[in-house]
């Protein structure tokens, strides 16, 4: 009965592949995001759907498409990876956007 | 655009009182503040959100003086098992005040020893 949920947790990968990161919420939530955690720990926002719109979409390369095929789910696919996409990939919700964020458990990237 | 600043880390034992204070002097007059918890391999928790004065529930609170430029979470009596990072977040609001986007720093690490 998680919350948010996303799959992998690991995902290993060689440069120039095309990889996706799914995330579903059972919660019943408006708006789902997509954040991005570096090496030191920098919590960066990167997109963010309300009831399937785009909401935010943060400076991120267009190798980074969202797509929210319904409420519950947001999946982040990642064309022609780079080594610098290697960190931990964190979905999250909210009912909107004042109430607090549930999170993911995230999903370690390495791009090698 | 608003930021916040805290400690990088702190430490304390358990049955302490901890105390972690974050400034956000550019902090929007319609913006709160939101504290989350985060433990290695997992995603940030939610632990508690104010806007003014004093707020409490059953894990922390948070105080805020009035002129909202700084806040302190308040952890009492702590346990081995509240070491994490402690996330201080305000936001900027976007599309005309219908949506919120929490700007991170780099949180505070707490290490409880015994």
């Known amino acids: 009965d998680t919350a948010v949920s996303q799959t992998p947790k690991y995902l290993v990968t060689q440069m120039g592949n095309d990889k996706s990161i799914k995330c579903e919420q059972n919660?019943?939530?408006?708006?789902m995001y997509w954040y991005k955690q570096d090496s030191k720990k920098f919590l960066k926002i990167m997109f963010s759907?309300?009831?399937?719109?785009?909401?935010i979409n943060e400076t991120v390369p267009n190798r980074f498409s969202p797509k929210s095929p319904d409420k519950a789910h947001l999946n982040l696919h990642i064309n022609s990876l780079e080594l610098g996409d290697s960190a931990v990939y964190f979905c999250?919700?909210?009912?909107?956007?004042?109430?607090?964020?549930?999170f993911g458990n995230g999903t370690r990237l390495t791009v090698t | 655009l608003a930021k916040t600043t805290q400690p990088i880390s702190m430490d304390s034992y358990e049955g302490q009182e901890v105390n972690i204070t974050c400034s956000h002097n550019?902090?929007?007059?319609?913006?709160?503040i939101t504290w989350y918890q985060q433990f290695p391999s997992q995603g940030p928790r939610f632990i508690i959100q104010?806007?003014?004065?004093?707020v409490t529930n059953e894990v922390a609170s948070l105080f805020i003086p009035a002129d909202r430029k700084s806040s302190t979470l308040s952890l009492p009596r702590v346990s081995l098992s509240d070491t994490a990072v402690y996330y201080c977040?305000?936001?900027?609001?976007?599309?005309?005040?219908?949506?919120?986007?929490?700007?991170w720093g780099l949180g505070t690490s707490l290490a409880v020893n015994p």
């Open positions: 977040l305000v936001g900027e609001w976007l599309n005309a005040g219908n949506n919120r986007k929490l700007i």
């Open positions: 550019n902090i929007a007059t319609n913006d709160y």
């Open positions: 104010g806007y003014k004065t004093k």
């Open positions: 919660l019943g939530h408006d708006t």
């Open positions: 759907y309300n009831n399937k719109e785009l909401i």
């Open positions: 999250a919700s909210s009912q909107d956007a004042d109430s607090p964020l549930h």
